[in-house]
């Protein structure tokens, strides 16, 4: 298995978080041009990436081309959809101060499920299925696919 986030200090939190499982390599890799071979994997699973990506569509796109025929593509990512304004209030509290007002940059976006769901058909996969996760802070769009064989 392998881990990767493009931030070095992040692959360090999942290094020292790993240490005990030695079949996970975790590496420094940009998701958009990972370096990994077409077809070399069973199943990519990206959690609260797509939201924070310039780019969401060329993600899905090497998602897409490290995949396997049939193999499966899993996407849970944080959404505003769905939230009270209890909850709306409690996740502003929570991420102001850590990330002030730096959201919403060029290209990130607030998905909604459907959102999530519509990027996914036109990257060209199928068998889609999804549903809303809900937290008591932050709800998440959560998606599985598979590319066609
Ligand atoms: C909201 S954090 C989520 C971190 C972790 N996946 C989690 O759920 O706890 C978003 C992460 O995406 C990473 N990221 C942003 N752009 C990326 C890219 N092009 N390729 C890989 N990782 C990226 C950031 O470094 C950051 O760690």
């Known amino acids: ?5 493009i931030s070095a200090p992040m692959v360090e939190v999942a290094q020292r978080a790993l240490a005990a ?21 069973d199943a990519v699973v990206m959690v609260n990436l797509l939201h924070i990506v310039p780019d969401a569509a060329a993600v899905l796109a090497e998602a897409r081309r490290l995949l396997r025929p049939g193999g499966v593509l899993t996407i849970a990512d944080a959404t505003a959809e769905g939230l009270s304004v209890r909850q709306m209030l409690a996740s502003i509290w929570r991420y102001l101060p850590r990330w002030g007002l730096k959201t919403h940059q060029k290209g990130q976006q607030n998905l909604t499920q459907t959102s999530l769901e519509a990027l996914v058909r036109t990257a060209g996969f199928e068998s889609i299925e999804g549903h809303p996760l809900t937290g008591q802070v932050m709800n998440c769009a959560f998606v599985r696919a598979v590319k066609p064989a």
């Not at 298995?1 to 986030?5: K, R």
């Not at 590496?27 to 990994?36: F, M, N, P, Q």
């Open 21 to 41: 499982s030695p079949s996970v390599s975790v590496r420094v890799t940009d998701a958009v041009s990972t370096g990994l071979p077409d077809g070399s994997a």
């Open 1 to 5: 298995m392998i881990a990767t986030d």
